[in-house]
Nanobody, 114 residues
Framework: QIQLVESGGGLVQAGGSLRLSCVAT????????MGWYRQAPGKQRELVAN???????NYADSVKGRFTISRGNNKDTVYLQMNSLKPEDTAVYYC????????WGQGTQVTVSS
């Protein structure tokens, strides 16, 4: 059974940085993409960034230039480095695995204070 466990969320002031981590365990689909979604209160869940097993990345326009997604060498870990954080980045961040985000983590809260 595949499980995704996120860590690294927390409270940070605007302009600060956080690094989210996600480890996938179980039967790992190491050649599948991994990614990060987020959901803010009262808003729809949205894609933040994703990365293929070969390292091709894709970002939401709202985070380009501020966030960086990367993958561990063993391909079952994904990171999201978040810099220059803004209050509008406040959300629950979810890690995903699979071509269609088939597997989801439980989420980690990121709160950016102004």
């Amino acid at each position: 059974q595949i499980q995704l466990v996120e860590s690294g969320g927390g409270l940070v002031q605007a302009g600060g940085s956080l690094r989210l981590s996600c480890v996938a365990t179980g039967t790992i689909l190491s050649n599948f993409p991994m990614g990060w979604y987020r959901q803010a209160p009262g808003k729809q869940r949205e894609l933040v960034a994703n990365i293929t097993s070969r390292g091709t990345t894709n970002y939401a326009d709202s985070v380009k230039g501020r966030f960086t997604i990367s993958r561990g060498n063993n391909k079952d870990t994904v990171y999201l480095q978040m810099n220059s954080l803004k209050p509008e980045d406040t959300a629950v961040y979810y890690c995903t695995l699979g071509r269609d985000a088939d597997y989801w983590g439980q989420g980690t809260q990121v709160t950016v204070s102004s």
